[in-house]
Each structure stands twice: as C-alpha cells, then as structure tokens.
C-alpha cells in the first residue's frame, strides 16, 4: 500500500513537472454592472515568454477598449511591446529592448502616442558593491531630435553618509509624467 502511494505521488509529481514546463493559457472575464472584460494570457515559463490581450466593453455604449502586451526573454534581457486601443480606435505602442550589464541595466525603445507622435525612450541603470548607484531616463522628439525630458540621479556613500543628486530637465510646456502609472517593482 505505502509502494503504490509513493509511485502514485511520483506520478503526479512528474506529470505536473511536465505540464509545467509546457505553454498555459488562462482566460479571466469580469461582469460589472457598465462593463464586460476579457483578459487572455499565455505564458511560457520554458521559452521566457509572455502574452496578454484584454478588451474591455462598455454595456451602454458598445465601445470598446482593448491592449496587448507581448514580453520575451532573450540571454542578455528582454523585449517588450505594448499597445493600447481606445473607443475612438486611436492607438498608443510601446516597444523596447533591456539588456542586462555587468553593474545595472539599459533599455532602448520606442513609444508611438495616440496622436501618432513617436518618441525615443532610453534609461540605464547601475550599481557598485558599495552601494554608490546611479540612473538615467531621457525622453526625445524623433521628428526633431530634441529632449524632451530627461533624468540624473547619483547617489554615493561616503563615511556613513549618503548623498543624493538629481538633475531633471523638462522642455517647457511638456507634460510631468504621471504617477498614476504603475511604476516597475524594485
């Protein structure tokens, strides 16, 4: 009896192993009272990949809103591209490439606004064992080439003190970013 068991919790140990290792796809839909969603996500633990395509409907109107989100692992990072369609079927993307350093991190990308603008977006980031570390976001125009924000910062530690210097420029009129975004997880 206690053989069978044991060849029994093998078994299921390597089937979920094996199913595991396999593509999963989830799709999740949410009634409320004024709007249907639909989210479908795949994602392949093996391949370092992932998918999420949601539209959300209006009950009363009919308009919908929809994005996607497709990310992939590659050896020395990851891609990602994003897109996002509203009611009026105006489109804003995201498309970049991260690449691990040997101290931090850079990203590389594009981002298209809905009114077709596209724009230049590149950061890095880095650190020492001594917990000095330094990042870098600059925003540009593509048409022109120009800045349209960018970010310094540099901290050190020295003698039980840190010091923390952040430079921001921002052309004028342009917009402060906002915080409402959701930020990556540190």
Same mark, same amino acid.
């Given at each position: 009896?206690?053989?069978?068991?044991?060849?029994?919790?093998?078994?299921?140990?390597?089937?979920?192993?094996?199913?595991?290792?396999?593509?999963?796809?989830?799709?999740?839909?949410?009634?409320?009272?004024?709007?249907?969603?639909?989210?479908?996500?795949?994602?392949?633990?093996?391949?370092?990949?992932?998918?999420?395509?949601?539209?959300?409907?209006?009950?009363?109107?009919?308009?919908?809103?929809?994005?996607?989100?497709?990310?992939?692992?590659?050896?020395? #990072?990851?891609?990602?591209?994003?897109?996002?369609?509203?009611?009026?079927?105006?489109?804003?993307?995201?498309?970049?490439?991260?690449?691990?350093?040997?101290?931090?991190?850079?990203?590389?990308?594009?981002?298209?606004?809905?009114?077709?603008?596209?724009?230049?977006?590149?950061?890095?980031?880095?650190?020492? #064992?001594?917990?000095?570390?330094?990042?870098?976001?600059?925003?540009?125009?593509?048409?022109?080439?120009?800045?349209?924000?960018?970010?310094?910062?540099?901290?050190?530690?020295?003698?039980?003190?840190?010091?923390?210097?952040?430079?921001?420029?921002?052309?004028? #009129?342009?917009?402060?970013?906002?915080?409402?975004? #959701?930020?990556?997880?540190?």
């Amino acid at each position: 009896m206690k053989t069978s068991l044991i060849f029994t919790a093998i078994a299921a140990i390597t089937m979920a192993s094996t199913a595991s290792a396999q593509e999963q796809t989830e799709t999740r839909f949410v009634e409320r009272p004024n709007t249907t969603t639909s989210t479908t996500t795949t994602v392949d633990r093996e391949a370092g990949s992932i998918a999420r395509d949601r539209s959300i409907t209006n009950k009363n109107t009919g308009n919908t809103a929809s994005s996607t989100l497709d990310r992939q692992r590659t050896d020395t #990072g990851s891609v990602v591209s994003r897109s996002q369609t509203g009611p009026a079927g105006n489109t804003r993307s995201f498309d970049g490439e991260r690449v691990r350093t040997e101290n931090g991190a850079t990203f590389d990308g594009t981002a298209t606004g809905r009114g077709g603008n596209s724009y230049g977006v590149s950061s890095a980031r880095s650190r020492d #064992g001594q917990g000095n570390s330094s990042a870098s976001q600059r925003v540009t125009n593509n048409q022109n080439g120009n800045t349209i924000y960018s970010r310094d910062r540099t901290t050190t530690r020295s003698d039980g003190r840190v010091n923390r210097n952040v430079e921001t420029s921002r052309r004028q #009129g342009a917009k402060r970013p906002s915080r409402a975004r #959701g930020r990556r997880p540190r």
